[in-house]
Structures are given as structure tokens and as C-alpha cells.
């Protein structure tokens, strides 16, 4: 059984920065997986924005947090971070920690499991 639980969201200004953490648990390994942040704001769909592959070569970041949100891992915890920064009121939300995708033609999909998620808010 995999389980992704996520960690450190919580209530911080415009302009601040944040640290999530997704600590991964049983039959998956940071190593071994690409590893993904996505995230969904009320009334909108999930979005994926950050992304690592499993020997940590490749980082993608989508346009809306480019420059502002770094995705890094730390394979021996077993734990995967999103370090944000520069943050705005549209990026609250609620952001999720995903593992085993496929990567296709710079197409990262399939995830094969999700977690909880933690609420990021940002006020202005």
C-alpha cells in the first residue's frame, strides 16, 4: 500500500514564502518514481505544476510558478518539497503530492497515486 502525506500548507501574505513536504510511505521510493505537485483551487480543475523524474535529471515547472516555485526531493527521507515563493492570492489552493507517472514526449501522465493534500492560502 502507497501512502503520500503532505505537510506545511497553511495561511501566509502575498509576497511570502511557503515549504510544502510530501513524506512517501510503503511500496514507493523517491528513487525509483517520478514525483509530481499538482494543486486545485475552488471551482477549478487540478493542475499539475511541478515535476521530477526518479534520478532527479529532469525538474519541469509550469508557466504560472515559473521562477517562483522550486519541486526537489530528498530520496534517503523519502521525501519529496515544493518551495514556494513570491506567492500570490491565485495561488491558493489546495496542492496535492503525486508519485508513478509516465513520461512521454515531455508528457508527464498516468500518476499512479495521489495524496491528501494541504491547503496553501495566500492573502493580500
Known amino acids: 500500500r502507497v501512502q503520500l502525506v503532505e505537510s506545511g500548507g497553511g495561511s501566509v501574505q502575498a509576497g511570502g514564502p511557503l515549504r510544502v513536504s510530501c513524506v512517501a510511505a510503503?511500496?514507493?521510493?523517491?528513487?525509483?518514481?517520478?514525483m509530481g505537485w499538482f494543486r486545485q483551487a475552488p471551482g477549478k480543475e487540478r493542475e499539475g505544476i511541478a515535476y521530477?523524474?526518479?534520478?532527479?535529471?529532469?525538474?519541469r515547472t509550469a508557466a504560472p510558478v515559473n521562477g517562483r516555485f522550486t519541486i526537489s526531493k530528498d530520496n534517503a527521507k523519502n521525501t519529496l518539497y515544493l518551495q514556494m515563493s513570491s506567492l500570490k492570492p491565485e495561488d491558493t489552493a489546495m496542492y496535492f503530492c503525486a508519485a508513478d507517472c509516465e513520461i512521454s514526449r515531455g508528457v508527464w501522465m498516468k500518476w499512479g497515486y495521489y495524496g491528501q493534500g494541504t491547503q496553501v492560502t495566500v492573502s493580500s
Open positions: 510503503g511500496d514507493i521510493y523517491l528513487s525509483q518514481s517520478c
Open positions: 521530477v523524474n526518479s534520478d532527479d535529471t529532469a525538474r
